[in-house]
């Protein structure tokens, strides 16, 4: 079974913090995705990374980074993190060009206080 | 640009009810359509998908046909069970290319005995 795992389910965090979230897959895909989930506004994508060390804004990438520097690993970093960041964050994988089905982790909910 | 509009929720039913949760979208050429689910706590899963104009997909009872003339891809089920109950989403293939998807707002299921 394709596997996506993310570092925390649950965080909570202050103004102004640097936030690292992680996601690791165990399939060797190519393709990774960061989306933030809203009520009423449903997934929007702030990054995604068709290859190692290779990046792609998204709809929503203010306030936002990331970083590939592993196959397996793709980090979403808030660098300074404000309340309105306060949301569902998911990671998502899938392999090559040719779509196939994005697999999603569990997703983790940050709160910013 | 692409979008999808999908119905709001909560949509709350009985038990062996019919389910309908209708999802349209506007896009360039023509894409590929998914729903996906989200169970209570957990990610994303692909239900099911259509890649061209007038296929089915179907799973666990779900149905959808893409629609070109109607730009819609509704999904309906004929007798929910409780299990059921969860957020559904609806997406579709960025045309531009790649693994990207659109997905629309999300529509809440409940089921109730």
Redesign the interface.
């Known amino acids: 079974d394709v596997k996506?795992t993310q570092s925390s389910r649950y965080l909570v965090k202050r103004t102004g913090e640097k936030v690292f979230l992680e996601c690791v897959q165990d399939m060797d895909h190519e393709?990774m995705?960061w989306?933030r989930q809203d009520p009423?506004?449903?997934?929007?994508?702030i990054y995604?990374s068709?290859d190692v060390k290779m990046k792609e804004k998204?709809d929503i990438p203010e306030g936002y980074s990331v970083s590939r520097e592993k196959k397996e690993r793709f980090s979403l970093i808030l660098e300074s993190a404000s309340t309105n960041q306060t949301s569902m964050y998911?990671c998502?994988s899938?392999r090559g060009?040719v779509?196939?089905?994005?697999f999603?982790?569990?997703?983790t909910r940050l709160t910013v206080l | 640009g692409d979008s999808v509009t999908q119905m709001e929720g909560p949509v709350t039913l009985s038990e062996e009810a019919c389910l309908t949760i209708n999802c349209t979208y506007t896009a360039t050429g023509y894409p590929s359509l998914f729903w996906y689910v989200q169970y209570p706590g957990e990610g994303l899963q692909l239900l099911l998908k259509a890649t061209k104009a007038d296929d089915k997909g179907s799973n666990k009872g779900f149905e959808a046909t893409y629609r070109k003339e109607t730009t819609s891809f509704h999904l309906e089920k004929g007798s929910v069970q409780v299990s059921d109950s969860a957020v559904y989403f609806c997406a579709l293939r960025f045309t531009g290319g790649g693994n990207k998807l659109t997905f629309g707002t999300g529509t809440q299921l409940k089921v109730e005995l």
């Open positions: 996506v393709n995705f989306y009423g506004l449903g997934l929007r994508l995604f068709y998204g998911l998502a899938t060009e779509y196939n089905e994005q999603f982790g569990p997703g």
